[in-house]
């Protein structure tokens, strides 16, 4: 069975740029998060998903980041425009949803903002 | 915002040494969660806690939810060289969504074989 997938695994970008995220799930997993490393600090949660719709977007930093999951599948996490403080690594993480479930994550996409 | 001092930051070991690192919190938790990160890879959980005072094990790894609810150590035994990585605690606050974690800075460890 496929695990969390991330793409792209890297991307460099210049300031006021504009970069799209894709996550795509473990199959059949209903719950779908994004989080945020910003090289030595801690992973810091952005939003929750439930199938499409946003459960929980209380850590998103700020109007120009942009996450939808169309269709309850797959999500994107857009950021427009890029800023320097924007760079970290982006980790998309999947659970089917009952209490307590297991988060399994993807191994992240590393952005770069010059 | 809330924080976790997870502390040590880094550790260089002997191979067969063993490791503890810990979490604390100025606030409590329902869950505790510990997890590993290898290089190019996202987090792995090794252990779950989810009972204060609970001591549970995974072959040489053994964590325990603090009994004040504000804390939690992983302890591994009898290092090998692929113990190497950054380990991550995290913690779920009473009230707080499944997923909206909060997670420790990181304990990376280093193994001299």
């Not at chain 1, 700020?62 to 425009?81: D, I």
């Not at chain 2, 779920?92 to 909206?100: A, E, L, M, T």
Request: include cysteine; charged fraction near 20%.
């Amino acid at each position: 069975e496929a695990g969390v997938t991330q793409f792209p695994s890297h991307s460099v970008i210049e300031k006021g740029q504009t970069v799209t995220l894709r996550c795509d799930p473990i199959s059949g997993h209903d719950n779908l998060y994004w989080y945020r490393r910003v090289m030595g600090k801690e992973i810091k949660f952005l939003l929750h998903f439930v199938k499409e719709s946003k459960q929980d977007e209380s850590g998103m930093p700020n109007n120009r980041f942009l996450a939808e999951r169309t269709g309850g599948t797959y999500s994107t996490l857009k950021v427009q425009p890029a800023e320097l403080e924007d760079s970290g690594v982006y980790f998309c993480a999947s659970s089917q949803g009952t209490e307590n479930e297991k988060l399994f994550f993807g191994s992240g996409t590393q952005l770069s903002v010059l | 915002g809330q924080q976790l001092n997870q502390s040590p930051q880094s550790m260089f070991i002997q191979e067969g040494e063993d490791v503890s690192m810990n979490c604390t919190s100025s606030s409590i938790f329902n869950t505790w969660l510990w997890y590993k990160q290898e290089p190019g890879e996202g987090p792995v959980l090794l252990i779950a806690l989810y009972k204060a005072g609970e001591l549970t094990s995974n072959g040489r790894l053994t964590a325990q939810f603090g009994i004040t609810r504000k804390d939690s150590f992983l302890n591994i035994s009898a290092s090998i060289p692929s113990d190497v990585g950054i380990y991550f605690c995290a913690g779920r606050r009473y009230g707080g969504s499944q997923g909206n974690l909060i997670f420790g800075k990181g304990t990376k460890l280093s193994v001299k074989p």
